[in-house]
């Protein structure tokens, strides 16, 4: 086994562990407060991201951290060549909602590219996972936190029949709809969180196009399962590979659009 399926096995105990907090939450009465930027936040999110951060404290203490509440609280380490994104309850008006569709985020960066990702929907015990260059998968977790019928899963080619798109359930735009009614689309889907990029990376997807504001947390581990699944996240309308440790930026990224296979 490569180091780095170590790591994303690792990283992959962690995310079972958050989501199982995530869920005790999920299940009883909680509070919603709000950031600084008026976005939502819970105690599932903070208790999932203590979690992940004793964990990774654990598995690899040299490699600096950007965590979602760390940051929005102005803890920003120095980050270096590589180092972990997380985003421990992504879709959090999604969990608010109780749609079920939020999820837990790893994913570790190197060179300003996702090197691997682990993407888990606790309520549905859905788990992707991948390691660029050597290969992605789906798991289904029990409620135990059992790991079962892993398979590996492939981004499809470009479908003669037309595209399935997917996009934001809470924050699609008008950008985005004129933006697919350029293309073939056969189909659509409207998905929440990082399960947008799941959907392309095992094919019952082919094209998910994101003009509204997105942070690097928001898409490391997501971009990481797409891209070891043979699939691609691209800057719109530049073409470049959708990069990280934009601290220009503020670790927000541009607009981007998510592929499957090429061909």
């Known amino acids: 086994m490569t180091k780095d399926r170590e790591i994303c096995d690792a990283l992959t105990a962690l995310a079972i562990k958050a989501g199982a907090e995530i869920m005790s939450i999920y299940q009883s009465e909680f509070v ?25 404290l654990e598995v690899a203490p040299a490699i600096p951290v950007l965590a979602e509440e760390a940051a929005s609280e102005g803890l920003i380490p120095e980050l270096g060549d590589e180092f972990f994104l997380v985003d421990p309850l992504d879709g959090t008006r999604e969990f608010i ?15 300003g590219a996702p090197a691997l990702g682990v993407v888990y929907t606790p309520a549905s015990g859905k788990l992707y996972a991948g390691v ?4 992605a998968w789906r798991m289904t977790i029990a409620a135990d936190g059992a790991q079962t019928d892993r398979q590996a899963i492939t981004a499809r080619p470009v479908p003669g029949a037309g595209l399935i798109a997917v996009a934001s359930r809470s ?4 950008e985005t709809d004129d933006y697919l009614e350029t293309l073939d689309i056969a189909d659509f889907a409207a998905a929440g969180s990082s399960l947008k ?47 990280y440790n934009k601290r220009e930026r503020g670790f927000d990224n541009p607009f981007f659009i998510a592929r499957g296979a090429a061909g």
């Open 97 to 111: 909602n109780r749609t079920g569709e939020f999820t837990v985020n790893i994913a570790l960066v190197r060179s």
């Open 171 to 174: 924050h699609r735009s008008a």
């Open 132 to 135: 660029v260059g050597d290969g």
């Open 32 to 56: 919603v407060e709000e950031k600084s930027d008026s976005s939502p936040v819970t105690a599932a999110d903070k208790r999932a991201e203590k979690i992940i951060l004793a964990g990774l």
């Open 197 to 243: 990029f799941c959907l392309i990376a095992e094919g019952a997807a082919d094209i998910y196009p994101r003009f509204g504001r997105t942070m690097e947390w928001d898409t490391g581990a997501g971009q990481a399962v797409l891209e070891a699944a043979g699939g691609a996240v691209c800057v719109h309308p530049s073409g470049e590979p959708l990069a």
